[in-house]
């Protein structure tokens, strides 16, 4: 099956700061999503992006479909960014089937 | 906020004993999922369901069966729970054309 994987695992960050996480996948997908887990274990839906760029506020992601990853960016971070990012893609090829692929997350800590 | 409900939102049991895990949604969509978040793995797919009565497995399916007697409501069973599966298990559904997933608030699993 296709292989997800995020980096970096962890990451910390002072408030303001700006950050780049990323999702690598192993073959070609139709379909990407990015998540954010808040500390109270709540997922949260922050791009549906399978191509090109997207912007919500001081978030921003880009997939390059052709090379097999995606980017988060992150600007002035705050401490409300703090949680877990997950990137997910579809698990198979197969008409009809959408199930999701999640990558192990990056964890990001924003200290004030 | 996707309509999806989860009951229980903790639970605690002994082993060996069956327990059922309820995902409720109000908006009659066809594609539903239980996956498990374990430290170091992500969300892993358990079943899935396409429809009532349609269901199908997932990555991690040994020791779970679903039902889907009904659009709004999919099951997800413990037959007979063991401490492998103290989990926290997530609820989602496939919304829209892109199907993209939105996920319930989760359930709390501890098997003594």
């Known amino acids: 099956g296709i292989q997800v994987e995020q980096s970096p695992p962890d990451l910390i960050l002072q408030e303001g700061a700006n950050s780049t996480l990323r999702c690598n996948f192993s073959d070609s997908v139709n379909n990407l999503q990015w998540f954010h887990q808040n500390p109270w274990g709540q997922l949260i839906n922050l791009f549906y992006i399978p191509s090109g760029t997207k912007q919500n506020g001081r978030l921003s992601a880009t997939t390059v479909a052709t090379e097999r990853y995606s980017l988060l960016y992150i600007s002035s971070s705050q401490t409300t960014d703090s949680g877990v990012y997950f990137c997910?893609?579809?698990?198979?090829?197969?008409?009809?089937?959408?199930?999701?692929?999640f990558g192990k997350g990056t964890k990001l800590s924003v200290i004030p | 906020d996707a309509g999806i409900t989860q009951s229980p939102r903790h639970k605690v049991t002994e082993t060996g004993t069956p327990v059922t895990l309820r995902c409720h949604q109000t908006e009659n969509h066809r594609y539903m999922y239980w996956y498990r978040q374990d430290p170091g793995h992500g969300l892993r797919l358990i079943h899935y369901?396409?429809?009532?009565?349609?269901?199908d497995k997932g990555e991690v399916s040994d020791g779970y069966s679903v039902s889907r007697s009904k659009t709004e409501d999919f099951l997800l069973t413990l037959e007979s729970a063991t401490s492998s599966q103290t989990s926290v298990y997530f609820c989602a559904i496939s919304v829209g054309r892109n199907n993209e997933q939105f996920f319930g608030p989760g359930t709390r699993l501890t098997v003594l």
């Open positions: 997910a893609v579809p698990s198979s090829k197969r008409a009809g089937s959408y199930q999701l692929t």
């Open positions: 369901s396409y429809g009532v009565k349609d269901t």
